[in-house]
Each structure stands twice: as C-alpha cells, then as structure tokens.
C-alpha cells in the first residue's frame, strides 16, 4: 500500500458523504479529494447507484387496513396499564425494616440458647499444637519446660 | 407528522384505541416493508407486522414521549425480526449463488404489476434483492433503515441501540458488502478497493 493509496478517502467518509452526514471540515476534504481522485469518485458513484436503486424497489403493500384486525385483537384485552413510577429508596423502607426486624429477632434467639448452657469452643485447646516445629532446634528452656512438665529431662 | 405522532402515542398511552389506530395505520406500511426486506416472506411478514403493534400497545406504558415514536417502533420490529431470524437459525443467510443472475428475483413477491422499466432496470433490481438477501441480518437491517427508511444516522443508531460512529462504519461496510454481492451475481470482477 503506497502513499498515494492511503491517501483515498475511505469507505467510511464516502458512505457518510453521501448521506450528507460528514461535518463542515470532513466534508469539504471530501469534495477536495473527489475532485481531483477518479477513483474515489468512481467508488462514491457506485455507492450512489446503489442508493438509487433502492428507490426502484418494488413498494410492496400490506394489502389491508392493519388497524381493523389490531383493533379486533385489543379488543380481548385489557388497555395497556399505566406505568407505575419506580418507588425509589422510600418504597424500600418497610422491606428495610422487616428485614432488620429478621436479623435482630435472629440474633436475640441465638444469644438465648447459647447463653442457656451451652458452652462456647475453648481457645485454650489451640494449645496441643507445639510452638516449636517438628525437627527444629530446641532450646534449653525447651528441655527445661518438658522436664518440668515430665520430670524425665532432669539431669 | 412526528408531532402527531407523539401526541397519538400520549393518547394512545392512556388507552385510546382510536388514537394507536391512526397510529398503525400511519406506519403499518413502512414497518411492513421494513420486516418483509428482512424476512423474505410475506406471510412471516404480515403476522409479524401485527405482532409489532400489539406488542407496541402493550409496551406503550413504558413509552417516553421524549423518544420518537417511529424510532420506538421501529425497535420493536427490529426485536421481534431478529427473534423470528434466530428461530429460523437463519441469521446469516446463505447466498444463491447457483441462479442465473436477475432471473425470478425481478418479480414482486405479491404479483403486483412493476412499473414501467427498462431490462436493465429490473436486472438491477433482481441482482439487489439477492444481494440484500444475502447479506447478514445486520447489515440488511441498517441498509434497509437508511435506504428504504431515509433515517439518519442518530434515528439509526436509536433504533439499533448503537453509537453514531457505529452506525457510520456499518453502513459503508454494508454499502461494499452489497456492492460485492451485487457484482459476483452480475458476474463482474469484485471491486479491490476496501475501506
């Protein structure tokens, strides 16, 4: 692709020339370029043409009053029910509420059976894991602790 | 027009059936036509044509008198094409490329007389209706909204549920797509230039 390729106006611009839908500056580049550029203005005529035989197709027709059979249709049903405006944040506040009401009445009744006898988890039983990893040096304190706690360390 | 449309449409909203007929009756042709290039059937056409206005009349509640009428329509065509394309599983259709090129596509699918033209005229026309036909839904939808509809491209892009710069580029790709299309069936070397 050379300079002067790049240089053709695109697809894009052609078919919004056309349609008359380029703004003041593009479309002035526009007429400047197809003036000067066979090529571009062969690919707009193409375009064109093309627009042209649209306005040749056959118009076809319904063939009816449309109207009739809808109006015989609706006529089944209900009209159409206004639309209802969105209730906005203050429709939402008696569900708020409930729902609230739900949590706090939740939490009242979970307070009473625990507070009833049951006993919560001991953190203290986190204590069987040893704070000394598995193979890893210990210390004389160490030795110390386990004799106190065993008696068979002392020396 | 479009002022009365909108005022019919605020009547219609409030359960005026006169009003939504004065209504279909000013669009049944247009949003015919436009479903018919689409689908390529007239009976498919005709049921959805009416289907189009009975949805319209449920959906009216929902209206925003700050949006076109016809744009508003027009989408619901729009919808309803694309569903009845996707029941089909014939989105993308499937070009005939086996025919003789402006054979048979020439004539209208109602019967009814065409005008007065010359061959070549009605060989043009023949070779764009296959063209059309063999375009994807997409393209076809927004050629047929510009050609057929005169929209612009922010009434296109309404309709469409897409950008403006959307719109633009979809329509040259659809305008050289269907010029493509047009030229393999009349026979003619593609054109080399792209967009």
């Known amino acids: ?155 | 027009m479009d002022d009365a449309d909108e005022e019919l449409a605020a009547r219609a909203q409030t359960g005026d059936r006169q009003a939504f007929a004065l209504l279909v009756r000013r669009h049944q042709e247009r949003v015919f036509r436009f479903v018919l290039r689409m689908l390529g059937s007239r009976d498919e056409a005709m049921d959805l044509t009416q289907d189009t206005f009975l949805k319209a009349w449920n959906a009216l509640p929902a209206w925003q008198p700050e949006a076109r009428f016809a744009t508003w329509l027009f989408q619901i065509a729009r919808n309803a094409t694309l569903d009845l394309l996707r029941r089909r599983q014939l989105v993308e259709f499937v070009p005939l490329d086996a025919d003789t090129p402006g054979e048979a596509a020439c004539e209208p699918r109602d019967g009814a007389p065409l005008p007065e033209e010359r061959l070549a005229d009605r060989q043009r026309i023949g070779l764009l209706e296959r063209a059309l036909a063999a375009l994807p839904a997409e393209q076809r939808e927004i050629l047929l909204l510009r050609e057929l509809e005169d929209m612009s491209y922010a009434e296109i892009a309404a309709t469409l549920g897409i950008h403006e710069g959307t719109v633009k580029s979809r329509l040259a790709r659809a305008r050289a797509a269907a010029l493509a299309h047009y030229r393999h069936h009349a026979g003619e070397s593609p054109d080399e230039r792209r967009a």
């Open chain 1, 1 to 155: 692709m050379n300079a002067a390729h790049e240089a053709h106006i695109t697809d894009n611009d052609l078919s919004a020339h056309l349609d008359a839908e380029l703004d003041a500056a593009a479309q002035r580049r526009v007429e400047g370029h197809l003036a000067a550029c066979p090529r571009c203005a062969a690919r707009l005529a193409d375009f064109a043409a093309l627009s042209a035989d649209f306005d040749r197709l056959p118009q076809e027709s319904f063939g009816c009053d449309l109207a009739g059979v809808i109006a015989g249709r609706l006529a089944a049903v209900a009209p159409p029910r206004p639309r209802i405006p969105a209730p906005g944040w203050r429709g939402l506040l008696p569900l708020g509420l409930g729902a609230a009401a739900s949590v706090a009445l939740g939490i009242a009744m979970g307070a009473a059976l625990l507070g009833g006898g049951a006993a919560l988890p001991r953190m203290t039983a986190m204590s069987v894991f040893d704070p000394i990893p598995p193979g890893g040096l210990c210390l004389d304190a160490c030795y110390a602790r386990g004799a106190d706690k065993t008696g068979a360390f002392i020396k």
